[in-house]
């Protein structure tokens, strides 16, 4: 049966990292059992420019319908002067918080191919592998009250608010006990619980949870701790869960890890269905629209690729073709290849976006 794919390009760079995902999406169809249907359609500010608003009901209602959505990015300076409710990411907010894709995973890993893209020595970083896993659909970026108020004359005031219910950590932690159960069985949970309640709720929960997983070495860290640790010594870690804010700056972090933006993916999963192992799940890149480079043939295309072998690993249950692709990439960045921003010497050959798309799949057809 043909898998029906929402691709939602997005501004700025989503739309050539688009169209390198459209010819994996080609390959895997013509050489794989996996046949594909990929619907197009429009998110952010380019929705915004088209209907006055950053995501349709039709868009939203074709992503509840999907069996997976493929988002590029959003956002870009055209659309920043714009009220919060009607910018670009507000549509992507929409459609984790309607489809309740409550836990996003963020893989960390280092190519040895390029240990020397990273700004970090080669021994801190080699065979780095974790997993961030986030919380999506709760916490400060959804909480209220919000917002900016004038309160006197000369003064303004900018709120929002950290918000958690224990059964909203409770399943955040629970998928991060099952992913290290399927790993090292090392968890550490990431909080500020010294300062703020939100997260004492939080570890308190998570220390609940553990007593299920008694195989489990669970370990709790504050956030300021976390990200000097990431960068002293990333490799004591091996999933990481924490609250939706702190996974956000803490995944960017271990981004320079890998070298790049350009080379972390990410997958946002909800519940599973009550007695089918399916779950709604949209898959991107971790970086943004990189307004700075759009149009100009110099993204790396290699973290919405890599999000297309979440995809076949998560959604699909194809483990194997995300293995596929990984070797791929690896073979690719073997012989040198690079794009613009993982490029650090002249024996490396630059290529652009869609040249590294098509190495990809000439690569693909040698396999
Ligand atoms: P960004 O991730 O777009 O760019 C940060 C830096 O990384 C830039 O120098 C950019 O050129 C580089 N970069 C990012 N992706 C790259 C790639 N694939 N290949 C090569 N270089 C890459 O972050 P930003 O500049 O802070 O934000 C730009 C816009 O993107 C803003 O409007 C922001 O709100 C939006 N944004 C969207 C998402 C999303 O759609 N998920 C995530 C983050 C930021």
Not at 138 to 161: A, L, M, Q, V, W
Request: charged content about 25%.
């Amino acid at each position: 049966m043909k898998k029906n794919i929402l691709l939602l390009p997005g501004d700025g760079i989503g739309h050539e990292i688009s169209k390198e995902a459209e010819k994996i999406f080609n390959w895997l169809d013509k050489n794989t059992n996996l046949e594909f249907e990929i619907s197009k359609e429009l998110i952010g500010g380019a929705s915004i420019d088209e209907y006055g608003e950053p995501i349709t009901n039709k868009v939203l209602n074709l992503a509840k319908k999907s069996d997976a959505i493929l988002l590029g990015a959003v956002g870009g300076p055209k659309w920043e002067k714009l009220d919060f409710i009607k910018r670009p990411e507000r549509g992507l907010l929409k459609i984790r918080k309607e489809l309740d894709l409550f836990a996003n995973f963020r893989p960390a890993i280092v190519f040895d191919a390029l240990v020397s893209a990273s700004s970090l020595k080669e021994e801190i970083i080699s065979d780095l592998d974790i997993m961030i896993i986030r919380e999506l659909t709760s916490g400060i970026y959804f909480g209220e009250p919000r917002g900016i108020e004038k309160i006197s004359e000369n003064i303004k005031k900018g709120f929002n608010t950290l918000v958690y219910h224990s059964d909203e950590i409770e399943r955040i932690a629970t998928v991060g006990f099952e992913i290290a159960m399927k790993r090292n069985k090392k968890l550490c949970s990431i909080d500020k619980a010294n300062v703020l309640e939100s997260t004492e709720l939080w570890r308190d929960v998570v220390n609940d949870v553990s007593k299920k997983f008694p195989e489990i070495h669970l370990t709790h860290m504050y956030v300021d701790n976390a990200a000097m640790q990431l960068v002293r010594n990333p490799k004591q870690f091996d999933v990481i869960v924490t609250t939706n804010m702190f996974g956000d700056i803490l995944s960017d972090c271990a981004s320079m890890l890998t070298g790049s933006l350009g080379m972390l993916p990410s997958a946002s999963l909800g519940e599973f269905n009550t007695g089918k192992k399916i779950r709604k799940a949209m898959y991107e890149p971790v970086h943004g629209s990189a307004p700075d480079i759009a149009g100009k043939n110099l993204a790396n295309p290699l973290a919405m690729i890599q999000s297309i072998g979440m995809m076949l690993e998560y959604s699909f249950s194809s483990l194997d073709l995300n293995n596929l692709l990984k070797s791929c990439i690896n073979n690719i960045l073997n012989n040198g290849y690079r794009t613009e921003d993982i490029f650090s010497n002249s024996n490396e050959k630059k290529l652009g976006t869609s040249e590294m798309g098509d190495m990809l799949v000439k690569e693909l057809e040698a396999s």
